[in-house]
């Protein structure tokens, strides 16, 4: 055959294969969850726990944005519980989703008190547990921000049960009332008859000082940066005795945040060093079990590595104590009776371990 000739037909061919190629190609676009499974060969292997690729479209990674946005929409369409079943489902699927699940049940329940105006006992007779009752503290929030005698509400409003998550929303609420006022808060916390209930109050007082939420610029510009910057622990030292444990406790989420923890992983070995600041107010005990607490919180989906970090502290009271503060989070967030016990046989630092099951009221082996 000549040259040209076999030039010709070999362009007619290929022209052919490629045309039949596009003819039998399905084009059209795979989500981001089937190309992360594809199999070898480029064949889709079905998502983990999943029959089939999800009718909503959801991203291979969820970021705060569109896990919120999901979960708005989903409220919105049909009720509260629909969207926070959703959240738990979520949140046990893809565990890096807890690092921010928590502030997003709370817009959930702010919008919860908006849509049922009010009506407190409606907004909360959906389940709620799920990160951390956050959506029961954005409710308190919410009723508390409306309220036109806070100081009488926080007393009845999680009456009659008055239990620990609804208190401790109370706690967030009277932030929002007293505009991020120290002094103020503790006041109020002190309304409550027993001591038990004030403290749980201060809890919420204090997560709310150091880790306002995102979507609330009004909390966040009444943050006192300049004097957090300054002045290691702030405002720990100078609080009562009563309120000095959970200040100390939730000190660290401010320290990981404001530098940056989730791109400098070694900020969590550095603020135990950091928690040492607190020996001469008596609050490095508490510091580290926060330190503790917030490493597994963001990192719920490498648990050995977070208890790494607790193994860097130089003394063993410090590594017991953020061990501590490990299990602590871990059972929050996973409330079944085998919670703790898992957690410990995943960390491979002896030590640690140990430490993690005398924690969890487990016994000092492996079972």
């Not at 294969?17 to 059209?28: N, R």
């Not at 607190?278 to 490095?284: D, F, H, K």
């Not at 970090?309 to 989070?329: E, H, I, P």
């Not at 898992?342 to 993690?356: H, M, N, P, S, V």
């Amino acid at each position: 055959m000549q040259p040209r000739v076999f030039a010709v037909v070999t362009a007619v061919l290929l022209a052919a294969l490629g045309l039949g190629a596009v003819l039998v190609t399905d084009w059209t676009p795979r989500s981001a969850n089937a190309a992360a499974t594809a199999g070898p060969g480029g064949r889709t292997a079905p998502a983990p726990g999943s029959a089939s690729p999800s009718p909503t479209g959801d991203p291979a990674v969820w970021t705060r944005s569109t896990l919120r946005n999901k979960l708005m929409a989903e409220m919105d369409a049909a009720d509260p519980g629909v969207a926070l079943a959703d959240l738990d489902k979520i949140t046990k699927d893809k565990p890096y989703t807890v690092r921010f699940c928590h502030p997003i049940a709370h817009e959930l329940g702010h919008a919860a008190v908006q849509r049922y105006h009010q009506d407190f006992q409606k907004v909360i007779s959906f389940p709620h547990e799920t990160c951390a009752a956050g959506y029961l503290h954005g409710a308190v929030e919410e009723m508390l921000a409306n309220s036109q005698n806070p100081q009488a509400d926080i007393l009845t409003l999680c009456a009659p049960t008055n239990t620990g998550p609804c208190i401790h929303g109370v706690g967030h609420g009277i932030m929002f009332v007293t505009k991020q006022d120290i002094p103020s808060a503790r006041a109020l916390c002190d309304k409550f008859p027993s001591q038990n209930r004030r403290i749980t109050c201060s809890e919420g007082v204090f997560m709310q000082l150091f880790a306002p939420d995102e979507e609330d610029e009004k909390a966040k510009a009444n943050l006192p940066a300049d004097k957090l910057a300054a002045e290691p622990l702030y405002p720990c030292p100078e609080q009562p005795s009563l309120y000095q444990s959970a200040c100390f406790f939730y000190a660290p989420t401010y320290f990981l945040s404001s530098h940056d923890y989730a791109n400098h992983p070694e900020v969590f070995s550095q603020a135990l060093q950091w928690c040492l600041n607190a020996q001469a107010s008596g609050g490095e005990n508490d510091c580290s079990r926060g330190v503790g607490s917030r490493t597994m919180k963001y990192n719920l989906d490498r648990e050995d590595w977070a208890a790494q970090q607790c193994a860097t502290a130089k003394d063993g009271w410090q590594r017991k104590a953020c061990a501590q503060g490990l299990v602590s989070y871990y059972t929050v967030n996973y409330t079944d009776s085998g919670a703790a016990g898992r957690l410990c046989a995943k960390i491979t630092d002896k030590e640690i371990q140990g430490y993690c099951r005398s924690a969890g009221g487990l016994s000092s082996t492996l079972d």
